[in-house]
């Protein structure tokens, strides 16, 4: 019997198994209790994958679209709880003032860079009442939120890197690891968004041949970004196994000790 594999087919199942890895290792090493919303985020991300594979092209088109984009849009704020769990992970001993004042700088240059990039719907598509005009609305905050994040990642792992010593926030912490993976798929994502942009901004393909080498390049595309995120979430799964540097093992309490002595005492006599 032979097995024939697309490397999407692979890709999807190395990376459905990763995060399934990284969830045992999240609740078996006692890191949901400090990263709540990041386990919260990879449950998310595993079943809107699992939710793909089993769903799409089997139901109705709005039913699946309003599953998915529901999906969708509670991974994007899950995602931005995520953002501000690490960050107060990272810069815990950051002053109020400097809170405040980081929050609006990187709230601010994620904002204008969103507000720019790309094209905008008509006001008159988003203010439909219609299920249609819902379904758009609820795919404009999905795709302008996801944006939005994975630019506050990229500017989190970049406040890491310049003020990261100044807060005495090391790079080999649990949270600083996260971060600077998250910021490393954020950077795939925009890098593909880039691209394809490009690629829509183009003139349309003339022939069967140049159409099939877009989408080729597209599949590729993807591709590449499904690698950088299995590469991310294998060196989570590495990363959150190993205890922080200076994590003290359990060691014996005085009583303990005492109470050992004076076996051994009782022992010996």
Known sequence: MHLNFTTVEILWTLTFAALLVLL??????DRVRRFPWF????????????????LFGKMAPITSSKIFLTLADLGMVVSFLVIVEMARRAFARASRNAWIVGTLV??????????LWGPWPAWKTIEAGSTLGKLRVM??????GELLNDLLYI??????????????????SHAQQIVAGLG?????QLAVRVVWQKIANMPPPRSQEEYSRIMGLQDK???ANSIVFLAVVVAWIICLWIDEPGTKTAEPQPAEIAGSAGSGAASGN
């Not at 045992?24 to 090493?29: A, K, S």
């Open 24 to 29: 045992v290792v999240l609740l078996g090493r």
């Open 184 to 188: 490393i798929a954020a950077i795939g």
């Open 221 to 223: 595309l993807f591709n």
């Open 106 to 115: 990187l709230l601010a240059i994620g904002g204008t860079v969103v507000a």
């Open 155 to 172: 500017e989190l792992g970049l406040l890491l890197v310049f003020l990261g010593r100044r807060f005495q926030a090391g790079w080999r």
């Open 139 to 144: 795919q404009l905050v999905a795709q302008k």
């Open 39 to 54: 386990t919260t985020s990879i449950v998310l991300v595993a079943l809107r994958m699992l939710a793909s594979r089993l």
